[in-house]
């Protein structure tokens, strides 16, 4: 009689071991054919998957990347472009296969006028000089609205908020050491050029300084607090280091404007003493650019004077790009020259045409401002429509402090107001300073505006409801406390009980 054959299986150690050397096996091979991109790749990846088992994951995944995308550069992919590619993949997927709504984002209304604002830059390639500059800037555009779209979708809790807002600081932490390294031992004369743009670096350590305040108000453990504290003294003297006109004027006024959030608000008042003593030692560092950041600093006023009205030397190089911008839109005032033409337009035409110029450009310029560089690549329909969803996503967080119950607790205050303030410095000075309609970090704080809105009216609703059955008496279900005191966790409100 025959003995019947017994399948042998492998042991599940062995074949996590067999997967380990085939998968180090594979990225080996794609390593050695596509260069160290695979790994950000694979990171990509991961992302989806993530995306897919627990999308908020993917988030924080990619926000801990966007404080440091310009230190890891592959191909010419950034680590947070290759993993946002992997989050937005991993996401769609996600909704698909648990087959859920989407009404979170088509009931948003900064969703619809991202659409409209998408369908008109694509729609510039009927008039537009170099179609192939708004084909490639309708691509990225389209990433960053996806991006924004995500935020608001996942974000459920507020708890998630603060998740996100401790991987920002914590990725911060790194960009502004350093932009710190590099203002103290490196041989660049303005630090931060490898991280996010000398500029860009500097307006990154600017809006994500709120979020560092509110660290210091809401959390109780250590850890978390002394990340803040390191945050707000290393961002200050990297963003010194970077000797950024701006953000050196806007740096003590976010600080100021926080500090007497944090006073108000009764908790971590200690902790800003401690902040203030780690701003100074991180200034003092830098004591050898003392006179450097002294020159800088008093440039400031003449600067400003010939970027608004020219002098014997003609308009400062920001002012005279800002006044190629209004030429082009007062040519071109309701559709503009087309997406992404303002760098052609001026390259080819308007530096001939406009005073005020003090050199001849031979290559392709930016408009250094997302408002005046709007207006002209689209017209008055262009502005109107990115002015509105900036606006929609401000009024959001303006109405989401506004409520009782964020009011009522001094850390969804400070939440808030942090990033009310963030959003204000993105949408203001910062839009008007530099082209951050292309920017990853202001797209996550447009999102998550919307975010902050339906979790405050969601907050006050479940408050609202608590307090109706206070008052109607119904029954609820006490704290273990009152197990503890051996009284019954049932107690009839409406009858003596007390919450």
């Not at 946002?84 to 909704?95: D, M, P, Q």
């Not at 970077?242 to 600080?255: E, F, G, H, K, N």
Request: include cysteine; proline fraction near 4%; aromatic fraction near 10%.
């Amino acid at each position: 009689m025959a003995v019947p054959a017994t399948a042998y299986r492998m042991p599940g150690s062995q074949m996590a071991l067999l997967l380990i050397i085939l998968i180090s096996l594979g990225v080996g091979v794609a390593m050695a054919m596509y260069g160290p991109v695979v790994l950000l790749g694979a990171a990509g990846a991961v992302g989806a998957v993530l995306m897919i088992r627990r999308p908020f994951w993917g988030v924080l995944m990619l926000a801990a990347t966007l404080p440091v995308e310009n230190a890891a550069v592959f191909s010419g992919f950034t680590a947070a472009r290759l993993i946002g590619l992997g989050v937005a993949t991993g996401w769609l997927v996600g909704k698909i296969l648990r087959n859920e709504s989407f009404s979170r984002v088509f009931g948003a209304a900064v969703t619809w006028l991202s659409i409209a604002f998408l369908t008109l830059v694509i729609s510039s390639t009927f008039w537009a000089d170099n179609t192939d500059a708004v084909r490639s800037g309708f691509i990225r555009l389209v990433q960053l609205v996806a991006l924004g779209v995500i935020v608001l979708d996942v974000i459920d809790s507020w708890e998630d908020v603060q998740k996100l807002f401790r991987v920002l600081i914590a990725s911060g932490i790194v960009a502004a050491g350093l932009t710190m390294f590099d203002a103290v031992a490196g041989d660049a004369v303005r630090a931060g050029e490898n991280i996010a743009g000398i500029n860009g670096t500097a307006e990154l350590l600017v809006t994500l300084m709120p979020c560092a305040f509110y660290l210091l108000v809401s959390e109780r453990t250590l850890l978390w607090r002394l990340l803040g504290v390191a945050y707000i003294g290393l961002a200050s003297g990297a963003v010194l280091g970077t000797l950024s006109r701006a953000s050196i004027m806007l740096l003590p006024v976010v600080i100021v404007i926080m500090s007497l959030q944090v006073l108000r608000a009764g908790r971590g008042r200690g902790w800003l003493l401690v902040g203030f003593a780690v701003v100074t030692v991180a200034v003092f560092s830098q004591e050898d650019s003392f006179a450097r950041l002294e020159r800088r600093i008093q440039s400031i006023v003449p600067y400003l004077t010939t970027t608004v009205q020219a002098d014997a030397g003609g308009l400062s190089v920001r002012g005279y790009h800002l006044a190629v911008g209004v030429a082009m839109f007062r040519d071109h005032p309701v559709l503009g020259v087309g997406y992404e033409n303002f760098g052609d337009q001026f390259l080819y035409r308007y530096q001939f045409i406009v005073p005020g110029g003090t050199e001849l450009w031979l290559s392709r310029r930016s408009p250094h401002s997302s408002h005046v560089g709007i207006m002209a690549d689209l017209g008055l329909v262009g502005i109107i429509l990115w002015l509105s969803i900036l606006t929609v996503a401000i009024a959001s967080v303006w109405r989401a402090c506004r409520r009782p119950a964020v009011r009522q607790d001094q850390a969804l205050a400070t939440l808030t107001f942090g990033l009310l303030i963030s959003l204000l410095l993105q949408a203001g000075p910062y839009a008007f300073y530099g082209p951050n309609q292309k920017s990853k970090l202001l797209w996550v704080l447009l999102g998550l505006g919307v975010a902050i809105w339906r979790l405050a009216r969601t907050h006050d609703e479940m408050e609202f409801e608590s307090d109706t059955d206070e008052e109607a008496g119904v029954w609820i279900e006490e704290s273990p406390v009152y197990p503890r005191l051996r009284q019954d966790p049932l107690v009839p409100i409406g009858s003596g009980g007390s919450r």
